[in-house]
Structures are given as C-alpha cells and as structure tokens.
C-alpha cells in the first residue's frame, strides 16, 4: 500500500467531510434514534459503500477520458453545486 496516497486521502476527505451534510444528518439521527451504534453502523457503511462506488468509478473513468477532462469536469460540477446552493442560500 501507497502510505503517502493512503494519508493524504484520509486527511482531505476527513477535513472535507467535517461540518458536511452527511456529518449533520448523522447527528440528526443519533440524536432522533438515540441509538449510537444503529446510526454508526449504517452511516459508516453508507459511506463506505459510496466511496467503494466512488473509486471504482474514479478508478476507470482514466481508461476513457484524459485526466484534465476529468479533474475540469469536477471543479465545473463544483462550481455548479456551489452556485446551486449559493441561490437557494439567498432564496431563503
């Protein structure tokens, strides 16, 4: 295993994932439920499936498009997502 690939993924998507929407909507339901390893268990495994899912696809997509294309096409998708929830945040 690559340690330093191992690392820097685990720090950026640690801090990425703190104060994030799937971080609340874990709090909101262990505080719902009260049941702590219910909501642990399921959220760590949603998590650790969409990563699975993320990484596969991440994983091949370098087989059918050029990198750049890849790396242009997820700052778009955040420049839209970020856009999307700027409007709705002025909204209301």
Same mark, same amino acid.
């Given at each position: 295993?690559?340690? #330093?690939? $191992?690392?820097?993924? +685990?720090? &950026?998507?640690? !801090? =990425? ?7 609340? /909507?874990? *709090? ?5 439920? #009260?049941? $702590?390893?219910?909501? +642990?268990? &399921?959220?760590? !495994? =949603? ?7 993320? /990484?596969? *696809? ?35």
């Amino acid at each position: 295993m690559d340690w #330093k690939t $191992f690392l820097t993924t +685990f720090v &950026a998507i640690f !801090l =990425a994932e703190l104060g994030d929407k799937t971080q609340l /909507a874990t *709090l909101s339901f262990a505080a719902g439920f #009260k049941s $702590f390893w219910g909501v +642990f268990i &399921a959220s760590a !495994l =949603a998590l650790t499936v969409s990563s699975l899912l993320a /990484a596969l *696809l991440g994983s091949n997509l370098t087989r059918v498009f050029p990198m750049r294309w890849i790396q242009t096409g997820a700052g778009v998708l955040f420049l839209i997502l970020g856009t999307l929830l700027l409007i709705r945040s002025l909204r209301g």
